[in-house]
């Protein structure tokens, strides 16, 4: 029985995030640059999305640059914003084709202005698609995001339109940028670190975490498969014990 067929449709996922990590690494390995690993990352992306898509996953959302990313040579930076922009350009299609909607999320007026129209372009074109939401973080901070929801509240406050009393976890929640989706049960790492590296701090306080040695140009469908069994593996209590959740 293959991968695929192992898994349990009623268990799977909701929301995936993956961090992609190991495309350098990967490139030399092979006695390349650096931004050589980042341009066959690509395929790893495409057959992750397609595999979600084709599962009937609803979230994936794909650490694809950090805020502290930045901090990279510049030439490094300015080949990843190419790659970016040719990269919508070249698997539009295959959101469309697979009923992929994107989205986008972190501190995006950072990105060149090339990159964000080509992104505003093709989240327009596939506002209407009912499949994955397939989500990038692109100059994302998570720590930045919640100094920027506490910013907003406090504003509420200040204006009268919201009671200190009144903030709760949810009020919280619905100012961050992921307020539109449910938070990730699964977390997947590649190339062997174990970090979440200031990366959905909020929504990731009951995720599962799941690190493999794989580098990300190495990624692939069966890849995804295993990560998705070891967690139907697993017990999520929600801070309950075992015997609770049978009598639920």
């Known amino acids: 029985m293959s991968l695929k067929e192992q898994l349990i449709v009623e268990k799977l996922p909701k929301h995936i995030a993956i961090i992609m990590d190991g495309n350098g690494r990967w490139a030399k390995k092979k006695g390349n640059v650096r931004i050589f690993g980042h341009r066959n990352a690509v395929n790893s992306v495409r057959e992750t999305a397609e595999a979600c898509a084709e599962l009937g996953i609803s979230y994936l959302t794909l650490y694809a640059f950090s805020t502290e ?23 539009i299609n295959t959101l469309l084709d697979n009923n992929i909607k994107l989205n986008a999320i972190g ?18 074109k596939t506002k209407n698609k009912t499949g994955l939401t397939l989500t990038l973080a692109l100059s994302y901070s998570s720590k930045v995001e919640i100094v920027n929801a506490v910013k907003d509240i ?30 990730p049960d699964l977390m997947i790492r590649t190339s062997g670190e174990q970090r979440i590296s200031n990366f959905l701090l909020w929504q990731m306080a009951y995720t599962e975490l799941y690190f493999t040695d794989v580098l990300w140009p190495d990624y692939n469908k069966e890849e995804l498969y295993k990560a998705i069994l070891d ?18």
């Open 69 to 91: 990313n930045w901090n990279r040579p510049k030439i490094e930076v300015n080949a990843l914003m190419e790659l970016l922009i040719s990269t919508i350009n070249t698997e």
């Open 107 to 124: 501190q995006l007026s950072d990105l060149p202005k090339k990159a964000q129209l080509k992104l505003a372009e093709a989240i327009e």
């Open 231 to 248: 967690f139907q593996l697993r017990e999520r209590r929600f801070g309950m014990i075992s015997e609770q959740l049978e009598n639920k």
């Open 154 to 183: 406090a504003s509420l406050v200040k204006q009268g339109a919201l009671q200190i009393d009144e903030i709760n976890e949810s009020i919280l929640s619905n100012h961050l940028s992921t307020h539109a989706m449910p938070d």
